[in-house]
Every structure is written in C-alpha cells, then in structure tokens.
C-alpha cells in the first residue's frame, strides 16, 4: 500500500514510460503537469487543441514545447474527439481532460466511433494526500455512477 505520493510515484517509474492525449491543451495547469511528467520520466503527452494558445501559454511559462508533438485543432469538441482517437488507435495509452467542459470530454469518451467503449462501467477516481493520515485516500465513483 503507497502510504503517499511519493511511494506511489517510486511504483509508476518502475512502469514503461506513457503517451497522454490531452483534449484542449491550452491551459496553464495542464501544460505545468505534462510538463512535469516528461521531466520525471513519467510520461510523453500529445497536445491537441489551439496551437496558437498553447504556444503563447508555453511561452510566458517558460516551457520548452520540443519533445511534445501537438495537433492543432482550435474546435474544443473535435480536439476532444481527435484526442480520444488516440488513446482509442493505440497512439496513446491515456486520455487528459484539459480546458474543455466535463459534459463534452465524456461524450468524446462515449462516441460510438473514436470513444473508450467497453461495454463495462464507467468511473475515475481521485486521489488525496492529507496531513494527519497515514496513507492515500481514493475516492471513486462521484459524479459517473448514479447508482454504484
């Protein structure tokens, strides 16, 4: 059992490295995780979304873009789609949620052509780290399963 981030993330370098399609990249948090996922080793990301965007936001942070391949697609339902694609053709092994409402990045992960069907149940899960306990929290089931 990881009793934090730190004994989860000494598991995750033990792992292959990752590709992530991140749907409408262009935001700051999101570009600072991938960012820093690349740097650990971690995970290589695509960045699909508005170029333009995700250049200017890359620039006032100071982040270097080389190494990150992005497709430009400035519509924030198609980039959803072009990044489900990827996970769903095998050029990516996750999908990331980037500045795109919740109501279309699940659609995207439904569509009947490009989505992550399965024919199983549909969850997530978030995982804290709070001062004063032992060990990781894992919370699932909060907004997918109506009746868990």
């Not at 980039?79 to 990516?92: M, W």
């Not at 092994?93 to 024919?119: A, C, Q």
């Amino acid at each position: 059992m990881s009793k934090g981030f730190q004994d989860l993330l000494k598991k995750v370098y033990e792992c292959d490295r990752k590709t992530v399609a991140v749907a409408v990249a262009e935001d700051e948090p999101v570009l600072e995780a991938v960012q820093a996922a690349k740097e650990k080793g971690i995970a290589d990301a695509i960045l699909v979304g508005d170029e333009a965007k995700i250049k200017e936001i890359a620039a006032s942070m100071n982040m270097d873009l080389a190494g990150f391949e992005i497709i430009n697609e400035p519509d924030h339902v198609q980039a959803a789609l072009t990044a489900v694609k990827l996970v769903h053709d095998g050029k990516a092994d996750m999908y990331m949620k980037g500045l795109i409402d919740t109501k279309n990045f699940l659609k995207s992960v439904l569509d009947k052509e490009v989505g992550l069907r399965t024919g199983r149940a549909l969850s997530h899960v978030c995982v804290f780290e709070i001062k004063g306990i032992d060990r990781l929290l894992f919370l699932s089931d909060v907004a997918f399963m109506t009746y868990p």
